[in-house]
């Protein structure tokens, strides 16, 4: 069984570093075809795809965001860390990891079957 | 602001097919590359729905199925039930954003 969990501080202050925590289980980031994704949701709103790490290490990130995200793996602890610099309001968002497995990828396009719960984070002074 | 757009509602009488459209462009579903579609229950994370355009997880109810056409995609809900209601959002890929993205989304209620 596959499981996500996120952790992070749940209030940040203007121009902050956010470090948030994705802890998994059921799947080693190590095995040839696995990915970790970050996406988040603004409270009523859509969700946006931030960044990706794969089993290799290949690094990939929304290019909007690029300058002020940087995602990492640590495979001994089944975890991976994304940090978004210089933090503003409309960063307040619920933030999700999700496991994606390239071999179900078709068309260009890799659906997620799991999720973790999210983590809310409120961007406030 | 999202490149696929879905209507912000779409409702129904229990029983009754609704039909959920999401219409991107030629950078994205036009461009042939999939549709992903997502339920997404209050505070819940979202749910795989439909994978390929047209496929189902194990578990997912064959009231729900998807299709896809030209620049658009839709997903289709036979025999709504209550506990249909919830948000739903499309995935594709767009090349000029270089990315994965989704829709607007689509809250959908039982009358």
């Known amino acids: 069984q596959v499981t996500l969990e996120e952790s992070g501080p749940a209030l940040v202050k203007p121009t902050q570093t956010l470090t948030l925590t994705c802890t998994f289980s059921g799947f080693s980031l190590s095995t040839s075809g696995m990915r970790v994704s970050w996406i988040r949701q603004p409270p009523g709103k859509a969700l946006e795809w931030l960044a990706r790490v794969d089993w290799d290490d290949d690094k990939f990130y929304n290019p909007s965001l690029k300058t002020r995200l940087t995602i990492s793996k640590d495979t001994s602890k089944n975890q991976v860390v994304l940090t978004m610099a210089n933090m503003d309001p409309v960063d307040t968002a619920t933030y999700y990891c999700a496991r994606i497995r390239l071999g179900d990828c078709s068309g260009g396009v890799c659906p997620i079957a799991d999720w973790g719960h999210g983590t809310l984070v409120t961007v406030s002074s | 602001q999202s490149v696929l757009t879905q209507p912000p509602s779409v409702s129904g009488a229990p029983g009754q097919r609704v039909t959920l459209s999401c219409t991107g462009s030629s950078s994205n579903i036009g461009a042939g590359y999939d549709v992903n579609w997502y339920q997404q229950l209050p505070g819940t994370a979202p749910k795989l729905l439909v994978y390929?355009?047209?496929n189902r997880p194990s578990g997912v109810p064959d009231r729900f199925s998807g299709s896809r056409s030209g620049t658009s995609a839709s997903l289709a809900i036979s025999g709504l039930q209550a506990e249909d209601e919830a948000d739903y959002y499309c995935?594709?890929?767009?090349?000029?954003?270089?990315?994965?993205?989704f829709g607007t989304g689509t809250k959908v209620t039982a009358l």
């Open positions: 995935q594709s890929y767009d090349s000029t954003l270089s990315r994965s993205v």
């Open positions: 390929g355009n047209n």
